[in-house]
């Protein structure tokens, strides 16, 4: 995995600033412990896609009114959907950092907002 670093600092709040030496090293370390415990997986399924008469998209996995998804959809019979993840062990890094550490969890890292799920791409 080769994780963006321009733009976790840009979720940090940073922009084209460059961080203190205490919000790069959780940065760097925050990394390095996402790297190590994401397992990514997807999945990709093709569903048929029917616009019914009051209005409602059924996707076959999902039934949602939408005007402007209707209007995207327009002339489409089936839809792609796509679930990502990082793992569950990702997950579990960021709870236990919220109660730990909220430079480390969403809360602040030298001053700025950190968003700990953001730290991966």
Same mark, same amino acid.
């Given at each position: 995995?080769q994780t963006?670093?321009?733009?976790?600092?840009?979720?940090?709040?940073?922009?084209?600033h460059e961080?203190?030496p205490?919000?790069?090293r959780l940065l760097?370390e925050c990394i390095r412990?996402a790297?190590s415990? /994401?397992d990514?997986r997807? +999945?990709i399924?093709? !569903?048929?896609?029917i616009?019914e008469?009051?209005?409602t998209?059924?996707? $076959?996995?999902f039934?949602?009114?939408s005007e402007?998804?209707r209007?995207?959809?327009?002339?489409?019979?089936?839809?792609?959907v796509?679930?990502?993840t990082?793992? /569950?062990?990702?997950?579990r +890094?960021?709870?236990? !950092?919220?109660?730990?550490?909220?430079g480390k969890?969403?809360g602040?890292a $030298?001053?700025?907002?950190?968003?700990g799920?953001?730290?991966l791409?």
């Open positions: 995995m963006d670093r321009k733009e976790a600092l840009r979720y940090l709040g940073l922009g084209k961080p203190d205490e919000t790069e760097e412990e790297e415990a /994401a990514f997807h +999945l399924r093709e !569903y048929p896609l616009m008469d009051d209005g998209i059924n996707g $076959g996995c039934r949602v009114k402007n998804l209007k995207n959809l327009a002339g489409c019979d089936s839809v792609l796509m679930a990502v990082v793992g /569950a062990q990702v997950d +890094l960021l709870a236990r !950092y919220g109660k730990l550490s909220g969890s969403g602040h $030298g001053g700025r907002r950190c968003d799920g953001s730290l791409q």
